[in-house]
């Protein structure tokens, strides 16, 4: 933190406080995404109101969760392994400036290797693996890295349109350090070949953006002889520069 | 430092929850700001709907708040942080009526002309983002008048922020996604 910080309490007004970047157009979806057919009902047809960012916004939850001794290898949380294409998925949480988030909670959650959820509300005729609850959490070290163990996740059906397939992917939510950072994204495969048909990838509307969804295939973080390892870094929205940030530089 | 100031990341973009979010994102006490039983406990209640009114059964309610004094546990308020440990935050799942519920604490005013407020985030399939909106106090009358936000919005807009008393220690504060009484929904 910066020491040259006045000893009295001071009341900023909000020009005083920086805010965080907005994201720039087409990185994240428009709510309103005709393909994906479920937007229709849900997403909000007038336009948000641009908030300014103050004491509420670049504040935010600090978690770092009630982690369980499992929570981190997901196929160690039952009696036997689960089936499955056995990954190491790893990265950084960061900032758009390159700073890593320490200490902050990262929540995944996916289907099994046949791509089916344990889910009362899963009804794809695959089947449930007795040794796979698909949920897992870690907490990003001082350097903004995590890692954890899981099986690689099948591709699955849904009801958006005739023949509609999800691209193999695991869910991934992230706060960072504010609440203007708040993240929840999904994680997809190199190479699959479903991504030219899945509406919910392509509700993203900068294809470059899109790239940066697929996790790379990682042999260095690769263990001989039990896992292949797949790389993934998630960006949050960096803070705006203000002469309150930097007072004497 | 060794970043190099011009080396700005691109950011990772927004997907859905999708409809197995529990599955990830579930916490037994999540709900829970403050325990049932601490002093000035207060419930906020209310339901999330859709663009026909049919309620989201599948969704989920965050919340962000600084405590009763209107500090935050955090180091980047310039004020400087609290120290109180108080973590301000909440996650409800809507059940099947599509009901969420928290237990929290009203949050003081921040001292920079804005009414008490708690900054909220929904989350759902068929949401590809969160949309963020926030709760405000109908005890505060007042200091709602003069708020930044709410004296910006036409009255019947800004009303869908505003929380609504239910009980002596209970407030209802209802979601409409899309649609008639559609909530004023932020960019953030
Ligand atoms: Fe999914």
Not at chain 1, 1 to 28: C, D, F, N, V
Not at chain 1, 192 to 209: H, Q, R
Not at chain 1, 214 to 234: C, G, H, K, Q, T
Not at chain 2, 119 to 142: N, Q, T
């Amino acid at each position: 933190m910066t020491p040259s910080k006045p000893a009295t309490i001071h009341q900023p007004s909000s020009a005083e406080i920086a805010g965080y970047l907005r994201p720039p157009p087409g990185t994240h979806p428009p709510l309103d995404s005709p393909p994906y057919k479920s937007t229709g009902l849900r997403a909000p047809s007038q336009a948000p109101v641009v908030l300014r960012h103050r004491l509420t916004e670049i504040t935010g939850p600090l978690l770092t969760g009630e982690i369980g001794p499992n929570d981190h290898d997901l196929t160690r949380q039952h009696a036997a392994p689960p089936i499955g294409e056995r990954i190491i998925v790893s990265g950084r949480v960061l900032d758009s400036d390159g700073r890593g988030i320490p200490d902050t909670l990262v929540e995944v959650w996916q289907a099994n290797a046949c791509g089916r959820y344990a889910h009362s509300v899963d009804t794809y005729d695959a089947p449930l693996d007795p040794n796979f609850s698909g949920g897992g959490r870690v907490v990003t070290d001082s350097a903004g890295n995590y890692s954890f163990t899981t099986i690689k996740p099948g591709p699955y059906p849904w009801g958006n349109h005739h023949n509609a397939w999800r691209p193999s992917h695991i869910h991934f939510s992230v706060f960072g350090r504010s609440f203007t950072q708040r993240l929840v994204t999904q994680m997809y495969f190199p190479g699959d070949p479903l991504f030219p048909y899945d509406p919910i990838f392509n509700s993203v509307p900068d294809e470059k953006a899109r790239q940066r969804m697929i996790s790379s295939f990682d042999m260095e973080n690769s263990v001989s002889d039990w896992a292949l390892a797949y790389r993934f870094d998630i960006v949050l929205r960096g803070r705006e520069q203000t002469p309150f940030e930097e007072p004497h530089e | 430092m060794s970043e190099s100031a011009q080396s700005e990341l691109a950011l990772t973009p927004s997907q859905t929850v999708g409809p197995y979010l529990s599955l990830g994102l579930t916490w037994p006490t999540g709900h829970l700001v403050v325990p049932e039983d601490a002093p000035g406990a207060i419930t906020i209640t209310g339901v999330v709907r859709d663009g026909t009114g049919a309620v989201v059964p599948d969704g989920m309610v965050e919340t962000w708040q600084a405590d009763a004094e209107g500090r935050f546990d955090h180091a980047d308020d310039p004020r400087g942080a609290s120290g109180s440990g108080f973590h301000g935050f909440g996650r409800a799942s809507t059940d099947a009526e599509g009901r969420y519920r928290i237990v929290t604490v009203k949050p003081g005013a921040l001292g920079d002309g804005q009414a008490p407020h708690i900054d909220v985030s929904v989350f759902a399939r068929g949401l590809l983002d969160r949309v963020v909106s926030r709760i405000y106090f109908p005890d505060e009358v007042e200091a709602n008048a003069t708020d930044p936000l709410l004296s910006g919005l036409p009255p019947e807009r800004a009303a869908t922020l505003v929380a609504e008393r239910v009980g002596p220690a209970e407030l209802r504060w209802d979601v409409r996604l899309r649609g008639e009484g559609e909530t004023v929904f932020l960019a953030v």
